[in-house]
């Protein structure tokens, strides 16, 4: 890709300079620090892993690293070594572009390295065994030097073989979907279910080595001239490894009515391969996880535990999933009655909730099945084959998107079958009707009134799932024998806690980048920060735990949190209309990435990880007529009527993308340029407007808060990209910072008339007052830090810092400011962090007082807060554990925002 043309707009400004401004103005910053931004450029990154442990039996993992602007050019080569100085084959490409072409995030990938490893310009080693990929003919070839895959181009076959060296390990690795068509509230007679094939309609080769290769599949389920479930598949490949990962995307395009028992109810969706099983049955060998590592370790025909001993040395040879001596050599009385020992052929472990698992068997269909165990947790991993070679497979976050399963099938025949069901067909169907029948909620008046009691913004036909969509994980190895225990335990490890590399907060923070100064690293130095920091710990750690005591778990569930208490019950408000799953309300993700960001921690990560799976798939639609749109928070994640940008919001997604290089992430972020398409379809103010207004693609009222800020996300990220549409990315960034600039009173004009051709807001003729307590707390301030940032349009500045000063400003200067004041306002705690930061760009020390001022002594959470939690258990609730009953997740993320931005913008200035 070609770099982006300079333009007089950009910026020449360095970070090293505008620290240096920051220090003059308000005296506080550490002016001689502030080189030190530019003189790390070219210094070498320390990469370590997340969790301690390292690649581990992981096929590889890939970092996204940045860069402060101007340090490197695309052309640029990047090296890796290990803490000895030996050379780590890495693959490295742009991830993004600052504004004058040079390189703003790289991502890299490894196919091996433990401990730290050191990033440095330069020429990257060759990896031993290179990944190659071979695109001729019916399939797409790809191998790491130690496997080969083939994947299918057409068909409904994804995986056709997985071969090591000459020996095929799997074949036919397909995707399978089971639809119930009628849901059965009461005593069930005959349940009558469909199976659905995934079925291919597109191949695209997205990296072709020599660490990293990339195979996307695209398709839909499908029965006769029946589509369902339109897929997304993404198969990755690294150097040497002997193992690949699954990317698996669905997104539902089913019908259920509510009130009505038919429809489309998934029954199971899951990926199944075929084993080939070429050893005598005792040398077949089957190993479940349970919990933690541990595993159940059978033969398909067992020779311990039996009447007559074959031998010690026969028998721990089996155990240990070795081949057997020849038969000749045991005890006869063994040898000659083998025919009479039971071959097991079926193992089914069935996770339906987060706290129990049980596992069973049998020796073939039609005949009774064996309890075999169960516990609380299972690491979702399993083990099919023998000595001469066998499959093992994971499915990650097992237990947390319950109900899952795993199943072997006829592995006592020549061909083992092995199903990873994501929804498992033992669970009740996938039911996603409309949790109520509207309550007589006919009219926009009533459906206001509604939301004056349960806060749900209710509309009839509004609270469907199609088009929202999930995104799983899977681990797959082809082993050339049954692995030792010692190898299995390290998959197993794998498949619960993927390895991940990442850069350190002192390269993060010193790039620049995601709002240059809005974060640093922790600071206990003074009573007050640590006292700060403590309440950041003690919020993030009470959410953490709140996940498990509540089990907000599930496969539509994991990864949200919920929005307000029931101090009465003693339970969160699960059950109560807008209060109940949260939806990124007022910003919880970004906080949690902002925590991360500033401090490294895997357990923060982790948790962000689980939020951004969940918020960018499940709580916005992807197809249909509001594709580009997200739901507002309620009992159900599609339940709201409020179809809105500020859900979708691209803010949200930015951080892991480039922080891990995923695609699918990449995906979700690009398909939200056109999102303005979406102000044509629905006007979010429906409800609530009083002048007569029709949608028109010339004149769409589009809000300079919420709106704007997601969709100039989307832009902002597809520019920085290079992606498909940056040109008309870029192109709608300028043009809509240049137009709300121009309003007669900026920002605080509220909204304006969008042209879709032009990409420009109409200036309006009148000044106007029209200021919403929500429009900055969606990311705007962040967005707007890195626009500053980016692009040289003191108009713009000067609206956004206006904007900033006067929020939290009196009414008094409000009015004088404006003609009239705000009106009445909230969330001035979560505003401290615009004074702040126009604070700093201003030089303006009386709005750095007001920052501290507004973030101790106004609304959101206060020093005097009890900051602790109270034991709760039964008889009050239903499980023990712990409560904050003055805990609300917009506070939460409000101050959390606020306290990390104050800290790295104002931190020597603390009252």
């Not at 240096?20 to 550490?30: E, I, K, V």
């Not at 206001?448 to 009839?460: A, M, Q, R, S, W």
């Not at 409800?687 to 009222?701: F, G, M, Q, V």
């Not at 500053?788 to 200067?813: Q, W």
């Amino acid at each position: 890709m070609s770099p982006i043309p300079r333009r007089s707009l950009f910026k020449a400004a360095a970070v090293a300079g505008a620290a240096a401004q920051f220090s003059w103005a308000l005296g506080t910053q550490n002016a001689s620090a502030a080189p030190r931004a530019e003189a790390a450029d070219a210094d070498p990154v320390t990469l370590d892993w997340l969790e301690d442990g390292g690649l581990g039996a992981a096929p590889g993992s890939t970092v996204g690293v940045p860069w402060p602007k101007g340090a490197h050019q695309e052309d640029q080569t990047f090296a890796l070594t290990d803490a000895d100085g030996k050379s780590v084959p890495v693959q490295s490409w742009p991830l993004a572009y600052w504004p004058d072409g040079s390189l703003k995030w790289t991502a890299h990938a490894v196919s091996s390295g433990s401990g730290k490893l050191t990033l440095t310009t330069g020429a990257p080693a060759a990896p031993e065994k290179k990944v190659t990929v071979d695109k001729r003919g019916g399939t797409i070839d790809v191998s790491t030097g130690v496997i080969t895959a083939r994947i299918g181009k057409s068909g409904s076959t994804i995986v056709r073989s997985v071969r090591r060296g000459s020996t095929e390990i799997a074949r036919d690795g397909r995707l399978v979907v089971l639809r119930q068509p009628e849901y059965e509230d009461g005593d069930q007679t005959t349940v009558r279910t469909e199976r659905f094939d995934g079925a291919i309609s597109d191949v695209t080769v997205e990296q072709e080595g020599p660490v990293r290769a990339v195979v996307r599949v695209d398709g839909k389920h499908r029965k006769g001239h029946r589509d369902l479930l339109p897929f997304s598949i993404r198969l990755y490949f690294y150097a040497g490894a002997d193992s690949f990962r699954m990317v698996h995307t669905i997104t539902y395009d089913g019908q259920q009515e509510p009130g009505k028992a038919s429809g489309d109810f998934i029954r199971g969706l899951g990926v199944r391969f075929t084993v080939p099983m070429r050893d005598e049955s005792y040398d077949r060998h089957i190993r479940l996880g349970g919990e933690g590592t541990g595993l159940l370790r059978e033969a398909v025909k067992g020779i311990t535990g039996l009447r007559r001993d074959p031998g010690a040395a026969v028998q721990a040879a089996q155990f240990a999933g070795e081949k057997l001596p020849d038969p000749a050599t045991w005890d006869q009385r063994v040898t000659t009655r083998l025919q009479y020992i039971p071959e097991w052929g079926d193992y089914t472990l069935s996770q339906l909730s987060a706290d129990g698992f049980t596992l069973r068997k049998r020796t073939k269909k039609g005949h009774g099945w064996i309890g075999a165990g169960g516990g609380r947790r299972a690491s979702g991993f399993g083990y099919v084959g023998g000595v001469t070679g066998g499959l093992s497979f994971g499915l990650r976050d097992f237990w947390e998107k319950h109900p899952a399963q795993l199943d072997i099938r006829d592995a006592q025949t020549d061909e083992a079958e092995v199903t990873l069901w994501l929804w498992s067909p033992e669970a009740q169907p996938m039911d996603l009707r409309f949790y109520h029948d509207g309550m007589g909620q006919d009219t926009f008046p009533e459906q206001l009134e509604g939301l004056n009691i349960t806060y749900e913004d209710y509309e009839p036909g509004f609270g469907t799932p199609y088009g929202i969509a999930r995104t799983s994980e899977l681990l797959f190895w082809a082993n050339e024998s049954t692995p030792s225990a010692e190898k299995l335990a390290e998959q197993v490890e794998a498949v619960r806690v993927l390895p991940q590399l990442a850069a350190p907060p002192r390269q993060l923070i010193a790039a620049g980048v995601f709002g240059k100064g809005l974060f640093a690293e922790p600071d206990r130095s003074t009573p007050a920060k640590a006292k700060i920091e403590d309440h950041l710990d003690f919020l993030f750690t009470y959410y953490k735990d709140q996940v498990e005591q509540r089990r907000w778990y599930g496969f539509w569930d994991y990864g949200d949190i919920m929005h307000t208490y029931d101090t009465v019950r003693h339970q969160w408000r699960y059950d109560v209309g807008g209060y109940a799953w949260d939806n990124s309300e007022l910003s919880p993700d970004l906080w949690l990435w902002y925590a991360y960001l500033r401090s490294g921690r895997a357990d923060i990560f982790r948790f962000a990880e689980a939020m951004t799976r969940h918020t960018g798939e499940v709580d916005v639609y992807h197809i249909g007529k509001w594709a580009g749109l997200g739901t507002r928070h309620g009992v159900q994640h599609f339940a709201d009527s409020a179809k809105q940008q500020r859900i979708a919001n691209t803010t949200y997604r930015r951080y892991y993308y480039f922080l891990t290089a995923d695609e699918r992430v990449g995906d979700l972020m690009h398909a939200n340029v056109d999102s303005d398409e979406t102000f044509l379809a629905l006007d979010p103010l429906r409800k609530i407007r009083t002048e007569p207004y029709t949608p028109d693609r010339n004149a769409l009222s589009v809000g300079f808060g919420t709106d704007w800020s997601g969709l100039v996300s989307a832009w902002l990220t597809e520019w920085e990209r290079k992606g498909p549409k940056w040109e008309k990315a870029k192109a709608r960034v300028l043009s809509t910072m240049e137009t709300i600039a121009a309003q007669p009173n900026g920002f605080v004009q509220g909204s304006g008339l969008y042209d879709l051709d032009t990409g420009e807001f109409a200036v309006a003729d009148t000044p106007k007052v029209e200021v919403s307590h929500l429009s900055a707390v969606f990311g705007l301030n962040e967005l707007c830090a890195e626009l500053i940032d980016l692009v040289d349009m003191p108009k713009f500045n000067e609206a956004y810092y206006d904007y900033c000063r006067y929020f939290n400003a009196s009414k008094t200067e409000q009015a004088a400011r404006y003609g009239s004041h705000f009106g009445s306002l909230i969330l001035f705690q979560g505003h401290s962090r615009l004074d702040a930061y126009a604070a700093v760009r201003t030089g303006d020390r009386k709005l750095a007082d007001r920052a501290w001022q507004k973030f101790y002594n106004s609304d959101g959470y206060k020093e005097s807060a009890p900051w602790k939690t109270e034991k709760v258990g039964g008889p009050t609730a239903l499980v023990a554990g712990s409560e904050a009953t003055w805990v609300s997740t917009n506070d939460t993320a409000l101050y959390g925002l606020a306290a990390i931005e104050l800290l790295s913008l104002l931190g020597d200035r603390m009252p």
